[in-house]
Nanobody, 119 residues
């Protein structure tokens, strides 16, 4: 069964940058999408950015991160990245990687990685 593992979280000052990585445990033939969600204390999990694999590259971003975050993928490494620039304290959250694959769009979630942005 495929798993995903996140890395790259940490503590950074406001205005700084971090890059998150999410690696799938094995090659997957039919990836539908890979993306990043986040959950801040007391809030619901929300979509941050997603890249879809079918019919050409398609990406979507939450309005709150547009122009600051960039999602990218490395197919050879089965990895997706989230480059986060100009970080704000409100970006503080646990960031989760999601992989969706197969005809039934099976979802696989990572354990999460904590990003803390200090003011």
């Amino acid at each position: 069964q495929v798993q995903v593992v996140e890395s790259g979280g940490g503590l950074v000052q406001a205005g700084g940058s971090l890059r998150l990585s999410c690696a799938a445990s094995r090659s997957i033939f039919s990836i539908y999408s890979m993306g990043w969600y986040r959950q801040a204390p007391g809030k619901q999990r929300e979509l941050v950015a997603v890249v879809r694999y079918g019919g050409g590259i398609s990406t979507n971003y939450a309005d709150s991160v547009k122009g600051r975050f960039t999602i990218s993928r490395d197919n050879a490494k089965n990895t997706v990245y989230l480059q986060m620039n100009s970080l704000k304290p409100e970006d503080t959250a646990v960031y989760y990687c999601q992989l969706v694959h197969g005809l039934l769009h099976v979802e696989v979630w990572g354990q999460g990685t904590l990003v803390t942005v200090s003011s």
